[in-house]
């Protein structure tokens, strides 16, 4: 079963532009996190941010997170050709007292040079 | 470290047959996930491992699908029998502190 929907399902923008990514989630959370993934290649971490916190930062990435609302965003600031992958929210529901994460659909993310 | 090692990275098998994938996740990680990705359903969980325990398996769609995880350092997931439904890319992941390092992934095409 998937618990986070990401929104929208692909996106095309122009290098240099900024990139914003949605994701919806049903139940409590004790985390939400951004994964990438390449063309072929396995999923790669990008970011946490615990259920306790409203926004974090890393380089160009920019993630909130709304719980009274289920929701969070990813913020990728001045695009480069590089980011285009696909980009997935994972959340590790409360209820569970094991990191069982569960992934949404994703965002394919395109880059135009 | 090498990071999570999967294998085989493709494998072709004719319907019916027996099929095992295998993972090594990172050493000192203590949970192990095992995920299959189609475009039609995404990323699926199937099963996942904590200190070499299976703790839910509800995502393992049918009993034609077993998993073990006889220690700390190897994981199995294993197809008897195959069906061409189970194409699809199946990954491994290993977690510490929270965070997923995933394997390349096996891509399972049967035919």
């Known amino acids: 079963s998937q618990q986070g929907e990401e929104d929208p399902q692909a996106l095309s923008i122009q290098e240099g532009e900024n990139a914003t990514m949605n994701c919806s989630y049903k139940t409590s959370i004790n985390n939400l996190q951004w994964y990438r993934q390449n063309s072929g290649r396995g999923l790669v971490h990008l970011i946490l941010i615990r259920s306790n916190e409203r926004e974090k930062h890393s380089g160009r990435l920019r993630v909130t997170l709304d719980t009274s609302k289920k929701s969070s965003s990813l913020l990728i600031t001045a695009s480069r050709a590089a980011d285009t992958a696909s980009y997935f929210c994972a959340t590790e529901e409360a209820k569970t007292s094991y990191d069982k994460v569960i992934f949404g659909p994703g965002t394919s993310l395109s880059v135009i040079p | 470290d090498a990071g999570v090692i999967q294998s085989p990275r493709h494998e072709v098998t004719e319907m019916g047959q027996e099929v095992t994938l295998r993972c090594k996740p990172i050493s000192g990680h203590n949970s192990l996930f095992w995920y299959r990705q189609t475009m039609m359903r995404g990323l699926e969980l199937l099963i996942y491992f904590n200190n070499n325990v299976p703790i839910d398996d509800s995502g393992m769609p049918e009993d034609r699908f077993s998993a073990k995880m006889p220690n700390a350092s190897f994981s199995t997931l294993k197809i008897q029998p195959s069906e061409p439904r189970d194409s699809a890319v199946y990954f491994c992941?290993?977690?510490?502190?929270?965070?997923?390092?995933f394997g390349s992934g096996t891509q399972l095409s049967v035919l």
């Open positions: 992941a290993s977690s510490l502190n929270e965070k997923l390092f």
